[in-house]
């Protein structure tokens, strides 16, 4: 089965400036996740959807930061205005349910973004 | 609270073992993970326990589980250079769906 598409690869910015990430999930996958992975830290989870709907966004930077999950499938994060700390590594994630059994959550190859 | 800690760097030899020493906090976790990340890539899931579990063990890898300590800790065995890579600890705790927390992520060089 194809993995966890995202796009683009590499983007880079000057801070103010906009940018927007895509996510496309494994076919049939109700939730998906959005990480944020800082150089030399862990992935810290942005927003996680279930279908179209917002799960958890208690990390996502509300003022800067908004995702979206039209129809359930596709996803893309935006941010406007971007500062320096932004430069990071933006993964998706996506996953068949999201629990409470066992799955395995897949990660797509995510878009490195610095802002200059 | 939720805090998932690793050490930063460990160096082997190969053909050595590796161990990988992960802490975590919150003790209502119900699956913790090993994932490995290489350059470039996304993160690729290499073995998970269950939170009732103490080992577990898949080919070359061995995950220890100290719920007392709240410990979890990887061992891999024969270390190979294709092994060289961050590897992180991530609990899941359940509260409808799952929330994930990952560690800081641990580097491993394998030495030829």
């Known amino acids: 089965e194809a993995g966890v598409a995202q796009s683009p690869r590499y983007k880079i910015i000057e801070k103010r400036q906009s940018v927007a990430f895509w996510c496309n999930p494994i076919s049939g996958h109700a939730t998906l996740y959005w990480y944020q992975q800082i150089l030399g830290q862990g992935p810290k989870l942005l927003i996680q959807?279930?279908?179209?709907?917002?799960?958890?966004d208690s990390q996502l930077p509300k003022d800067r930061f908004s995702a979206e999950r039209l129809k359930g499938v596709d996803s893309t994060l935006k941010i406007q205005p971007a500062k320096l700390e932004d430069s990071a590594v933006y993964l998706c994630?996506?996953?068949?349910?999201?629990?409470?059994?066992?799955?395995?959550?897949?990660f797509g190859p995510g878009t490195r973004l610095t802002v200059t | 609270g939720e805090d998932v800690e690793q050490s930063l760097f460990l160096s082997v030899r190969e053909g050595d073992s590796s161990v990988i020493n992960c802490t975590y906090t919150?003790?209502?976790?119900?699956?913790l993970y090993w994932y490995k990340q290489e350059p470039g890539a996304g993160l690729q899931l290499l073995t998970y326990?269950?939170?009732?579990?103490d080992m577990k063990q898949d080919q070359r890898l061995t995950v220890l589980l100290n719920k007392k300590d709240k410990h979890l800790s990887l061992r891999i065995a024969d270390t190979q250079t294709g092994d060289s890579a961050i590897y992180f600890c991530a609990e899941s705790i359940a509260s409808g769906t799952y929330k994930y927390i990952f560690g800081t992520g641990t580097r491993l060089k394998v030495l030829a």
């Open positions: 994630a996506s996953s068949l349910t999201g629990g409470p059994i066992y799955e395995e959550q897949y």
């Open positions: 919150d003790s209502s976790s119900t699956y």
């Open positions: 959807f279930q279908n179209n709907g917002v799960v958890d």
């Open positions: 326990i269950f939170s009732n579990m």
